[in-house]
Every structure is written in C-alpha cells, then in structure tokens.
C-alpha cells in the first residue's frame, strides 16, 4: 500500500499522543518522587500502566505507517477511548468543558484520518484481489 497524506498524518498524531503519555509518566513520576502521591504501590502501578500504554500507541504508530491493520484498529479504538476520556474531563464532578474539548478534538480529526486510511486500505486490497 502506498503512503498517503491521510496515513502520514495520521500516525502522526498517534505518535504525539503516545510522546504525550511518555510525557505524562514523567510527570507521574516526578510527583511519586517528591512525595506528593498518596499511596506509593498505586502511583508506581499507574506510571507502569501509562509506559505501557505509551508504548502500546507507539505501536499503533509505527503500524498505522507501515499499513498495517491492527495499528489502525488499535489507533481507532485509542480515539474512542480519548474522547470517552475527554466527556468525563468535561462532564464530571469537577468538570471543564475547554479541556474536554481541548482532549477531544484532536482524537476526533486523528479517528477521522483512520478512518479513511482504513477505508483506501480496503479499497487497494480489493483492487488487488480483482487482478
């Protein structure tokens, strides 16, 4: 399959989300080491989740850029659950809707760029198999 605008985009904004949650397990981090963590065993086991997570939208990454499936299923199913993210951030107890929305917004433009790379990958693959 060859490289379009939609996929380079597209792994690109996964890229930054997963260098955002590196970013984040920094901050974790720096917060578990100056002590302002309520309990140590939780904060540690949270910094691990978001490394992995991290690495996992890396991942997503990498595959959506060599065109492959699961990067672009996985990539699709990291927006959903950014924007479920982003309606509790503007529609919780301490609620605000500027960072919901600033955390929706671009999920919502990188799962619409998935979306039509899947859709060209499915194209070039039935044109490939009508040969």
């Known amino acids: 399959m060859r490289t379009t605008p939609a996929t ?3 792994a690109t904004l996964l890229c930054l989300e997963g260098l955002g949650l590196v970013a984040l397990a920094v901050w974790q981090l720096i917060a578990l080491t100056s002590g302002d963590t309520a309990s140590f065993a939780s904060a540690l086991a949270l910094i691990v989740l978001t490394v992995v997570g991290a690495v996992v939208v890396l991942a997503f990454a990498g595959g959506v850029l060599r065109g492959r499936s699961w990067g672009r299923s996985g990539g699709i199913v990291t927006q959903v659950l950014i924007v479920s993210v982003a309606i509790g951030a503007a529609t919780g107890e301490f609620a605000h809707p500027l960072t919901g929305l600033a955390i929706a917004a671009p999920a919502i433009i990188t799962f619409v760029l998935l979306v039509i790379v899947a859709r060209d990958a499915g ?9």
Do not use: H
Not at 123 to 131: L, M
């Open 8 to 10: 380079v985009l597209s």
């Open 123 to 131: 194209r070039a693959a039935s044109v490939d198999e009508g040969e």
